[in-house]
């Protein structure tokens, strides 16, 4: 539920509720008192004053007409009985004295002073804690005696002490559900709140590890999700720069090691050469070319290492065109077929004419994988024997909505330790990190980082028979089907 609607709801309920409970509690005092309908008690209310004209009407004619009539005792019990069944009684005297008090009036107050209030009448007195107005009567008996009547009524149907006591439960009840409505309302805002203010002490202390849960819904459930959120990323985002820190720590390491080692080759066969120990003409060719393959590598290196920098901080631009990766495949591996057989290498890439398959591709940049799988082939079939079958097959074919590219060799396969790591930057599986056999570590992390800004995966696992094999696996063009379709519209 939103802050506005509870809101909206609290303050309907501050004026509802205490409503509901004074007429619960108004339709309780009726139940206790007997009454049976609500409605029985306002008619009552409305009815009482009219009752009481007419019996004091009677009364009135009674005194001018036919005064005797008051010392008829039956007429007398029989008026103040009915009086009495209306709250009201008479107190009658003859020549100043008491003659008849109602027995209503006597029973409601037995100890009152009659006399004082036949003598000074006010104009209304209170008994059994309700109000009753007085009317006073003078008329003359048959023999000549004074008389005098004071006729007490009831003014109001409830006790004097319920209106204030009402008005004081009333606004005693309209605030203690204010109150409360205030308390449970306020709770449900602000505990939450309190909760993301911990959440945010604990952010601002760089403690990142507790979770923000959204305990209610509306605005600041909304808010504790996006701070949850926020709080992932900015995890994310330090841990990602911790692992960058710990990348650029781990690249100039190797990189210092890489290129440490040809230049101290270098200097040596520099050195060498200065101090005369090439004499000879055969020596000093050697050396200079020690020296020009020493400086290649380092040239390669940086190459692959600028690539690879420019790769990982995604500044390269890919120019994607639409290929047909079985014919792209045929002429690149002709290409390379030359080198390959140079390296003692065979290269089978069956040629069929099975349906072309179309995909995305930036040819340079699948140039350059499929040259790095095939060196990392080449350099460690080249560890083997010379009699070894040293044989490199290509392959394609569709995969769902993927075209999956096969390289398989014949060399000595990758430990199972080392296949899940091979793809990381600066892995090798031969760990004495010399050139000749184990490359710079960064060939197949660019493999990884071209294949996976094309939108595809690459892995790499061993062949039952030995060697091992790199599966490239690149999604299709999304515009094959349009010209399937271009081509069945063509034949019809």
């Keep these: 539920m939103s802050i506005r609607v509870k809101l909206y709801m609290s303050y309907l309920a501050m004026v509802f509720v205490p409503l509901i409970i004074m007429f619960v509690f108004v339709v309780f005092v009726f139940y206790a008192r007997g009454e049976e309908d609500v409605r029985q008690y306002f008619e009552q ?13 009677e009364l009135s004619y009674v005194l001018k007409n036919d005064a005797g009539q008051l010392e008829n005792e039956k007429y007398l019990l029989d008026i103040q009985k009915r009086l009495g069944e209306l709250w009201a009684g008479l107190l009658i005297s003859k020549n100043g004295q008491i003659i008849s008090i109602a027995p209503f009036l006597d029973q409601l107050e037995p100890t009152e002073n009659w006399q004082k209030l036949l003598d000074l009448p006010p104009e209304s007195v209170t008994f059994h804690s309700f109000r009753f107005e007085t009317n006073v009567l003078h008329f003359v008996y048959p023999d000549g005696s004074e008389g005098k009547v004071v006729l007490f009524r009831r003014k109001d149907i409830v006790p004097i002490h319920w209106r204030p006591a009402s008005n004081v439960f009333t606004l005693a009840l309209i605030g203690l559900t204010s109150l409360l409505l205030t308390y449970f309302v306020s709770r449900s805002i602000i505990r939450p709140i ?20 959204a305990t209610t819904k509306g605005e600041i459930g909304q808010l504790s999700i996006a701070f949850e959120e926020m709080r992932v990323r900015l995890q994310h985002s330090i841990e990602q720069s911790l692992q960058y820190e710990e990348n650029r720590k781990m690249l100039l390491s190797h990189i210092s090691h890489d290129l440490k080692t040809p230049i101290s080759a270098i200097k ?9 120990i090439a004499n000879t003409d055969e020596k000093r060719k050697r050396y200079m070319e020690t020296i020009y393959r020493k400086a290649a590598d380092m040239d390669q290196l940086i190459d692959e290492l600028f690539l690879f920098s420019k790769l ?9 065109k639409v290929i047909d990766i079985r014919r792209y495949l045929e002429h690149f591996l002709e290409e390379q077929r030359f080198d390959l057989d140079k390296s003692g290498v065979k290269l089978l890439y069956p040629k069929d004419d099975a349906n072309s398959i179309l995909i995305a591709a930036d040819p340079d940049k699948l140039s350059r994988v499929l040259t790095n799988v095939l060196n990392n082939c080449v350099k ?43 793809f990381d930057r600066f892995y090798r599986a031969e760990q004495s990190r010399n050139s000749e056999t184990g490359g710079s570590g960064l060939g197949l992390a660019i493999v990884k980082q071209i294949i996976e800004g094309h939108g595809g995966v690459v892995w790499a696992e061993n062949v039952k028979h030995g060697g091992a094999r790199f599966c490239l696996k690149l999604p299709k063009s999304t515009i094959v089907k349009t010209v399937e379709e271009h081509e069945e519209h063509t034949n019809h």
């Design 45 to 57: 209310e409305r009815r009482e004053p009219y009752q009481q004209a007419i019996v004091y009407g």
């Design 194 to 213: 309190k909760k993301l203010e911990a959440a945010a002490l604990q952010i601002k202390d760089g403690d990142l590890s507790h979770k923000v849960v």
């Design 380 to 422: 460690y079939m080249g560890q083997q024997s010379e009699q070894a079958n040293k044989e490199i097959k290509v392959s394609v074919k569709e995969q769902g909505q993927y075209a999956l590219v096969e390289i398989e060799d014949t060399g000595p396969g990758i430990e199972e330790e080392d296949l899940p790591y091979i």
């Design 268 to 276: 040596g066969y520099v050195e060498g050469i200065m101090d005369g």
């Design 312 to 320: 990982d901080l995604q500044t390269v631009a890919y120019d994607f």
